[in-house]
């Protein structure tokens, strides 16, 4: 079964500095892998996705993952935290079945200290 | 704004009682999913329907039980809730179940059972 790991629970970066949250998947098959942010009492909001056009893959607001298929991780990073950042982040895997749902990590709390 | 509308956003009652919670996906989805999110389970995966006919079922409790009207609505009913039950229910709609799709998340409901 596909699984993600979130490797940190949570956080803490200084604004202007650069943001890493880590997440390691596990999948039988070559796998569609997300990104989710979910401010304070909001929904969740897709930041990026990997489907196998490109291993570097850009999102919105500055943020980006690459996939490594080698160490099986797909690492959100931003070069430079804004307090607006701070939310929970979610590492999601969609399998190549199709008729999978989407398999969620426990969330990385990212904290951004002015 | 994603698109996809839950209804009501809050939701305070009482333990063996019965609610129902709505969802309308966006205007080209076929597939609606539900999810749960506590503090201590994070964001469990409970259904997924597509077309109005069920595709895959997680972690759904007997107590709960879930449909998909033709006009694409889904409602999900949970019934003789207990304390445990309070949570934040998430709808997310796609267009199909492709395992490049993402899906666009609702607000959410948070049920307080007392």
């Known amino acids: 079964a596909q699984s993600v790991t979130q490797l940190d629970s949570h956080v803490s970066v200084s604004e202007g500095t650069p943001v890493l949250l880590r997440c390691n998947y596990s999948?039988?098959?070559?796998?569609?892998l997300f990104w989710y942010v979910q401010h304070p009492n909001k929904g969740l909001q897709l930041l990026l996705k990997?489907?196998?056009?490109?291993?570097l893959v850009k999102g919105i607001n500055g943020f980006e993952a690459e996939f490594k298929k080698s160490e099986t991780s797909f690492h959100l990073t931003k070069p430079s935290a804004h307090m607006s950042d701070a939310a929970e982040y979610f590492c999601?895997?969609?399998?190549?079945?199709?008729?999978?749902?989407?398999?969620f990590g426990k969330g990385t709390r990212l904290s951004v200290i002015a | 704004d994603s698109g996809v509308t839950q209804t009501p956003k809050h939701l305070i009652t009482a333990t063996g009682q019965r609610v129902t919670l709505r969802c309308s996906p966006r205007?080209?989805?076929?597939?609606v999913y539900w999810y749960q999110q506590s503090l201590d389970q994070g964001l469990q995966f409970l259904i997924h329907?597509?077309?109005?006919?069920?595709?895959a079922k997680g972690n759904i409790l007997e107590r709960f039980s879930a449909q998909q009207f033709p006009d694409l609505h889904s409602e999900l009913n949970l019934s003789s809730l207990e304390l445990g039950d309070s949570a934040l229910y998430f709808c997310?709609?796609?267009?199909?179940?492709?395992?490049?799709?993402?899906?666009?998340f609702g607000q959410g409901t948070r049920l307080t059972v007392v």
């Open positions: 990997y489907t196998s056009a490109a291993t």
């Open positions: 999948s039988s098959y070559s796998p569609s």
């Open positions: 329907y597509y077309n109005g006919e069920e595709r």
């Open positions: 205007s080209e989805d076929l597939s």
């Open positions: 999601v895997v969609r399998d190549l079945s199709g008729n999978t749902p989407l398999v």
């Open positions: 997310a709609s796609s267009p199909g179940f492709e395992r490049n799709t993402e899906a666009f």
